[in-house]
């Protein structure tokens, strides 16, 4: 079965710092993997997604993410963080069920929070 | 603008209370989602539906009922038996034969007094 494991429930940066999300899966099948953002009370939003094509895939608000099958993983990073970044953040593997369609398998999220 | 609307954004209900939460798309979708949000949990899947007049049960599905009497409308009730419904409840749509990437309403806050 898949399923998606984020590592650290929290991540805080100062403003302009790296930002690093971590994100492994585990799949039986080359995956599509996914990472939403989420603010306060809304819903989950598309920031990329790998679909097996580069294996460094760009996303909005200058994120990105890499594809490493070696590592079974999907890290999200962005170069420079800005105030505005702070929101949770999820990484989601799609898992083929009957019929042509997918289900996304979401990981627990990780909080980023970013101070001056 | 197409999109997915959730109504409605805030509900408190008394225990053994059964309360309905509404979801409309109007993107064309065949498949539509619940999911449902709990801090430190991530998104749990309820119930989903790929076509009208058919649905599947997800992962925690128990106290839960759902319907897809039309294609652009999955409400879900949440009964009073399920033991402990407060939480965000979040609704979902996808194309058939994509990646599985979803589309997601503003979300709808239950909150059991």
């Known amino acids: 079965a898949q399923s998606v494991t984020q590592l650290g429930s929290h991540v805080s940066v100062s403003e302009g710092a790296l930002v690093l999300l971590r994100c492994n899966y585990s799949?039986?099948?080359?995956?599509?993997l996914f990472w939403y953002v989420q603010y306060p009370n809304q819903g989950l939003q598309l920031l990329l997604k790998?679909?097996?094509?580069?294996?460094l895939v760009k996303g909005i608000n200058g994120f990105e993410a890499e594809f490493k099958k070696s590592e079974t993983s999907f890290h999200l990073t962005k170069p420079s963080a800005h105030m505005s970044d702070a929101a949770e953040y999820f990484c989601?593997?799609?898992?083929?069920?009957?019929?042509?369609?997918?289900?996304?398998?979401f990981g627990a999220g990780t909080r980023l929070a970013v101070h001056p | 603008d197409g999109g997915i609307t959730q109504s409605p954004k805030y509900l408190f209900r008394k225990e053994g209370q059964n309360v309905t939460l509404s979801c409309e798309q109007n993107?064309?979708?065949?498949?539509m989602y619940w999911y449902r949000q709990d801090p430190g949990q991530g998104l749990r899947l309820i119930y989903y539906?790929?076509?009208?007049?058919?649905?599947q049960k997800g992962d925690i599905a128990e106290g839960y009922s759902v319907s897809r009497e039309k294609k652009e409308s999955f409400p879900l009730t949440v009964t009073s038996a399920q033991k402990n419904p407060t939480a965000f409840y979040l609704c979902?749509?996808?194309?058939?034969?994509?990646?599985?990437?979803?589309?997601f309403g503003e979300g709808s806050r239950l909150t059991v007094l």
């Open positions: 993107l064309n979708h065949d498949a």
């Open positions: 539906s790929q076509i009208v007049n058919d649905f």
């Open positions: 979902a749509s996808s194309i058939t034969g994509r990646t599985g990437e979803l589309f």
């Open positions: 799949s039986s099948v080359p995956p599509y």
């Open positions: 989601a593997v799609s898992d083929r069920i009957s019929g042509g369609y997918n289900k996304l398998i």
């Open positions: 790998y679909t097996s094509a580069a294996t």
